[in-house]
């Protein structure tokens, strides 16, 4: 219930950018991958179910056509690790409002069928999706994106401490590799 009711939410930048609270996000009522995820980590924590941020550098081809926001080429996106009987679950199903998924698969289909989009390559996507294996639904029994591709080389950067713990927002922002990726 949670997640859809995060995923119901438009798709889209609002004025505080990923700078924005969990209210804001829901005064404004829109939301882009970070102020999303960190409304769906706020309400899970506050069902008393372990969540966090996870921080990646990835291809912005899934933002292709889907925002008038000039993107660079590598964007940083954010997803949800929830603990469920102590396996660590991904998700990022809950960033794309259902009409927009349902039609940024169609033209997705129709771009492969024209030999415009590879599908076979690591992090493709437009239309604010991922082209292999998109899904904006969770059943809580596994990882589910619609945006990240977690294949190999769909991810280009991985913000984790050695340990392999996901680094928090405040330390992902004074990253190089954050720095470096070009601004939105």
Known sequence: ALHDFVRSIPFGFNARFEESRPDETLRFNKGHCTPKCLLFVTLLRAANIDARMHFVNIRAD???????????????????????????????????????????????????????????????????????????????????????????????????????TPLTFEQVKVHPQYKQRGLL
């Open 62 to 164: 899934v933002l292709d056509y889907a925002t008038w926001v000039p993107i660079p080429a590598v964007v940083t996106h954010s997803f949800t690790e929830v603990q469920l009987d102590d396996c660590w679950q991904r998700v990022d199903s809950y960033v794309i409002h259902p009409s927009m998924f349902q039609e940024a698969q169609r033209k997705c289909d129709r771009d492969i069928a024209a030999g415009t989009l590879d599908p076979s390559r690591p992090g493709s996507g437009r239309y604010g999706i991922k082209t292999v294996g998109a899904s904006n639904t969770w059943t809580g029994e596994g990882d589910s994106f619609s945006q990240m591709d977690p294949r190999p080389h769909g991810i280009l950067f991985d913000f984790v401490a050695e340990d392999r």
